[in-house]
């Protein structure tokens, strides 16, 4: 299903939650939102749909089977999950860590994201490909298995040409470039407090 951007609009319109709004708690040691969060994600992952629905198909599915852990146990245990910092110190109590393991990689998957487009954005002359697989080299390449990693590289290469891309999410192209900023600086801040806290002792298993 393509994504259909409103006239005069962005992506960003289109998105069920952006990372904008999911509530983070700075008086409670950044606790981040659970069920917002996990809106924000599906909705993120839309994206993947207009970089190329086949070559991005094993990204996206990796993300949302993430995703899934994640809210099987929000639904498990809601009220020890409100906040993902929560959920993760609560489930690793019942010695297991599906969600939290989840969280992990999903975090790792979020940042790649958001770093192949935060310099796409910034580097006006840099097609998608070479962002993308830059952005892979720091974040998820060092985790991969050599079987992943080829099908995570195929899908860099089959980014579509930067202005193709672009001209997909939405008329007004310093409207997209513009959203878009505000957008990925929210979603750097979260994947930043999540990394911090998924190398803390608390999120040990």
Not at 84 to 113: M, P
Request: charged share 25%.
């Amino acid at each position: 299903m393509p994504v259909q951007i409103p006239p005069g609009g962005t992506i960003v319109d289109t998105f069920k939650k952006s990372f904008v709004d999911v509530p983070v708690d700075a008086d409670n040691d950044n606790a981040i939102a659970t069920s917002e969060f996990l809106d924000a994600t599906e909705s993120l992952v839309t994206i993947f749909d207009v970089l190329g629905a086949v070559a991005f198909s094993p990204v996206k599915s990796d993300m949302l089977g993430n995703v899934k852990k994640i809210r099987d146990r929000l639904l498990a245990a809601p009220a020890e999950s409100m906040n993902l910092q929560d959920l993760v110190r609560n489930e690793i109590k019942t010695k297991k860590h599906t969600a939290s393991e989840g969280l992990l990689w999903l975090t790792r998957g979020l940042e790649f994201t958001c770093i192949a487009l935060s310099q796409n954005v910034a580097k006006p002359s840099e097609e998608l490909a070479d962002s993308f697989r830059s952005a892979y080299g720091t974040t998820l390449k060092p985790h991969h298995s050599f079987i992943v990693k080829p099908i995570f590289s195929a899908a860099m290469s089959a980014c579509p040409y930067r202005a193709d891309f672009y001209s997909k999410l939405g008329d007004d192209p310093a409207k997209v470039a513009e959203q878009l900023r505000v957008y990925l600086v929210a979603l750097e801040k979260i994947v930043g407090i999540l990394k911090g806290f998924l190398s803390s002792k608390d999120a040990k298993w």
